[in-house]
RNA sequence: UCCUCCUUAGCUCAGUUGGUUAGAGCACCUGACUGUUAAUCAGGGUGUCCUAGGUUCAAGUCCUAGAGGAGGAGCCA
């Protein structure tokens, strides 16, 4: 008999049916002459409950299974006369496909900590909680693609492995196939990289930005969406040293028209959730409100559809660097000294304590901070006719902080040349970026969306460990 | 990398000012129950108290070092 996924079963009313379902046992319990069990194939975050009578032929088979074993079932679909299901399945025949030793098995029906679940990885998705964040991150990488495509953008592979070491975003993998027991070395002592497989030092990519400007300087508006590597010893919620990241870059397009596109595609990934996801969502949101029963009630976060749907409804607030140092200069727990960094005056780093009094005490909604100062910005971004700022914008949420950070980028050849010089860039490695400013240069502009950060604000997650099925962080890169 | 906290049964956790044989719930096994909803009820055994040193008559508890984890910070997406 052909397999019918749980999902649609649930969703028939083909009573009287007989079916075939295939999946893994979340839990079992009954009574002298029956046995639930209920069963769940992924299809959905819903279980369908198998009905098996209990009898001299039935019991050595329903004595073997438990928690977490694999079954196939064959029964009758029927209405389910219990009152916390429509459907269920009146099983005939019940084989085990793999069973699961109980004594051995680590996952059990009740709560573990994700912490614990985070070493049980490979175990992890038979969760409901993974489960479904995996659903929605399928979902969720399935709607930036079609969001791109709808709007016109080309996808573009940007290289894993880059030969440049200028691409400013922090400390880089290296790539090499040299024997690391006995590196070759030139005369002057330093390790010999002609001899490494690509004839010079090579890494892995920080950002697929600098090689997307370069088609979007002829297909107009394309994007990456790839893996991305960064060496930071970083060890936070945030941080991870293997992540996927959304990389739009648009011809013709200046700061405005930028994040005009970093709101609009936001908000039409929230929407796409609310339309495809609910059940997983709602899923979520139960599980963010029990995690966080025992906090104060100022201290807990907005219900998780509630708050997708208020983030929908509001437009982000745009504001430039320097009225952000105006609220925060003049801002209470400035005054009263009760920031970690006290802002004295323009040109200060904004830190997450400002972004977060900002965005979670200050507008209460999702801000976008515009014109910071040159210095404390990367090289390729648009000098302002001020001297002193740079069209980039970074897209603040509440609790995540920063989601998006983008900029108008520098099309003016002399401008972009001379900052390179000012801020020590080898030259020689970037002349095919500064190529594109010699020969029909425009302006254009572009973003970075950092897709875990978007999965942790999507899904209510507090640790971005546990929106990536396998998470790389320093000291960690089991499975 | 810095600061703070944590590490006790398969899991979640309690363990008082250092003092007999280290506890509970869940899971597991046995039994009861005509349909349960993380079923319920009764019974059963379960420990490298993270590791290595040290202090002490006595250490799960105190001290030192190390390992791992969490939260916050920096870096950023």
Redesign the pocket.
Known sequence: MKRTEIKTLLQSTGYGKEVNVKGWVR?K??????A?I?LNDGSTIKNI?I?AEINPETEKTLDKI??GAALSVDGLVIE??????KV?L?AKNIDILGPAN??EY?L??????L??L?EKAHLRFRTNTFSAITRVRHAMIFAVHNYFNDHGFYNIHTPIITGSDAEG??EMYQVTTLDLSNVPKNENGEVDFSKDFFGKATNLTV?GQLEAELAALALSKVYTFGPTF?A?????????AE?W?IEPEMAFYDIRDDMDLAEDMLKYLIRYALDNCMDDLEFLSKRLLDEEKNKKAEERSMELVEKLRFVLDQDFERITYTRAIDILRNSKPNKKKKF??VIEGWGA?L???HERYLVEKYFKKPVIITDYPKDIKAFYMKQNEDGKTVRAMDVLFPQI?????GSQREDDYDKLYNRIKEMNIPEESMWWYLETRKFGSVPHSGF???F??MMLFMTGM????DVIPFPRTP??CEF
């Open positions: 839990t319990r009954g009574s002298k002459h029956v639930f209920a409950q009905v438990h928690t389910s006369p219990g009152s916390g299901q269920e009146q109980p004594d680590p059990q029906p009740k709560k573990h900590s912490e614990f985070r975003a922090g950002s960064r930071e010893n970083s060890n936070t919620s945030r941080h991870l992540f990241m970690r960094f780093d830190q997450s304590e902080g920063e989601i998006i950070g970075g969306l950092g875990e950060r507090g640790n971005i460990r000291l960690n």
